[in-house]
């Protein structure tokens, strides 16, 4: 495990062990010996048994901060489907459609929502007799050459005491950007990523698509901690792939309670429909590493399906966690005493005078001081640093809050002052500055563009495709516009058949 600067980018040691420390945070700036972890657990990539299984429901990451650009709301990121290899068509990787996707919001500290923004996604198929999910260079989100495409609507559901008072649809049948297959097919995926935000009528803004994963870790930590073996630390085992991103932006009055109440509890939920027709919550995900490492393995499926106010079943899985005592037996880092009531406070309720409500019932979510403001200049370790703008006090996509997690579970509350880490500070793509904020997709083809795939030959296969009328047969081998991927196919096959006859090709 390596030490760190404060807030410099140097080495740090163990990874996701932050992770386990599910209930992490930070040092205020004011210096009071208090942090959250709001966030800080920050992913949820396969983690309990029975929703590793279907990608589709699982969420992975939360992140809800006030807006850079629009300090009067506040965006909530919310992401699903881990570890999307680009490259993994020809189905790529939709949302959905027997599922209800929720961004929930409690205003009051209740545990209990206030307001549930609820997206519904459709798949649309306009050629079923090709395996292609575009037929051609796709230039837009309504270009015929984009095969397979989903829509979605988006609800606003009021609650109060766990009861519905009203629904609102706030949109209807609103492009989701796709998978990016690749450069051939895609040439400007940015500005299918712009077509893809929507502005809503109060002055809100969504979006719905295939995003770069912005979650920064060393995962070779489930490796036995490293194998106790520091020295392959700083690898962001995320780099490269993607994940399906839901993003809402939307003015913080929306969101809260008053003015003199500006702090929002965040967590999203997935609900999948039954044969019967009924919806179950399969997934759930405030705190993100709560449920990969506080939980053990008996819980994690319970966790998915329980809801906030009824978090105090969990509650020995955080006064007496794991992790520290595998930190100590593998890297003899003495833990700290148990119960962790000072991860108790933090974890439950919020940092008292930074993001913790006036009368706060005790509950895992992300918790969001709309009225600080955001930092022209944010710093990685957020309150940890001095920075009341990021981590824990709700969660930004450069915050890392593995380091602050880590620093936190192994004491930093109780005077044993570290600068642990996992030797990655930040995402391997950069940001963007406007909504929805997130990094574009890494492509399926990720090299330079095969020589002879120019706009002819894509042109000549979604002519092919769309030019046979009333023929369910024939539509690519007896098509000229077929001919150059017949070529192609057949001098694989000739590259084969040359080979020594002795060798196997798996």
């Not at 996604?121 to 090709?130: I, S």
């Not at 906030?308 to 520290?324: A, H, I, R, S």
Request: hydrophobic share 35%; charged share 25%.
């Amino acid at each position: 495990m390596t030490g760190i600067s404060r807030s410099g980018s140097g080495r740090r040691g163990v990874a996701t062990l932050i992770c386990g420390a599910l209930a992490a945070g930070g040092l205020t700036a004011a210096g009071v010996a208090a942090l959250a972890p709001g966030e800080a657990a920050a992913s949820s990539h396969r983690e309990a048994p029975l929703i590793s299984s279907t990608p589709q429901y699982d969420n992975t990451d939360v992140y809800a901060f006030v807006s850079p650009d629009h300090p009067d709301t506040t965006t909530i990121v919310a992401n699903w489907v881990p570890f999307e290899e680009p490259a993994g068509g020809p189905n790529f990787f939709p949302f959905a459609e027997d599922a209800q996707y929720d961004l929930r919001i409690d205003s009051d500290g209740d545990a209990r929502e206030d307001l549930v923004f609820r997206y519904t996604f459709k798949t649309h198929v306009k050629n079923k007799k090709t395996f292609l999910y575009n037929t051609g260079a796709v230039e837009s989100l309504n270009d015929p050459d984009l095969n397979v495409t989903q829509s979605y609507d988006l609800e606003l559901i009021k609650l109060k005491k766990g009861k519905v008072q009203h629904k609102t649809k706030l949109a209807d049948d609103v492009p989701v950007a796709p998978s990016n297959v690749g450069k051939a097919s895609m040439p400007n995926y940015a500005k299918l990523r712009e077509q893809a935000v929507y502005k809503l009528h109060n002055g809100a803004k969504t979006f719905a698509g295939q995003a770069d994963d912005p979650f920064f870790l060393d995962l070779r930590v489930f490796d036995l901690l490293y194998g106790g073996n520091l020295s392959e630390v700083g690898n962001d085992t995320l780099k490269g792939y993607n994940v399906n991103s839901i993003a809402l932006q939307v003015p913080n009055d929306l969101i809260t309670e008053a003015k003199h109440q500006p702090i929002v509890g965040i967590w999203s939920t997935t609900q999948r429909e039954n044969a019967e027709g009924y919806y179950s919550q399969v997934s759930r995900l405030g705190m993100p590493l709560v449920n990969e490492v506080v939980n053990p393995i008996k819980d994690k499926d319970k966790f998915n399906a329980s809801v906030p106010k009824d978090d105090g079943q969990f509650l020995k899985n955080v006064t007496n966690p794991e992790l520290p005592k595998l930190i100590e037996a593998i890297y003899k880092i003495k833990a700290p005493a148990e119960p962790r009531n000072d991860l108790v406070d933090v974890f439950l309720k919020g940092v008292k005078g930074l993001n913790q409500p006036p009368y706060v019932t005790p509950s895992e979510q992300l918790r969001l001081n709309t009225s600080i403001k955001p930092t022209a200049s944010p710093k990685r370790l957020g309150v940890l640093d001095g920075d009341n703008a990021g981590f824990p006090n709700g969660r930004r996509l450069t915050d890392d809050v593995i380091d602050a997690a880590l620093q936190v579970v192994e004491g930093e509350l109780l005077g044993a002052k570290n600068d642990l880490g996992d030797a990655v500070d930040k995402n391997d793509k950069s940001f963007e500055k406007a909504f929805p904020y997130v990094a574009l997709p890494t492509e399926g083809s990720r090299g330079a563009v095969a020589k002879g795939t120019g706009n002819d030959v894509r042109n000549q296969l979604g002519d092919a495709l769309t030019g046979t009328s009333g023929s369910d047969t024939g539509m690519i081998a007896l098509s000229a516009g077929a001919g150059a991927i017949g070529v192609l196919l057949i001098g694989g096959g000739l590259m084969w058949w040359r080979r020594p006859r002795g060798r196997r090709a798996y």
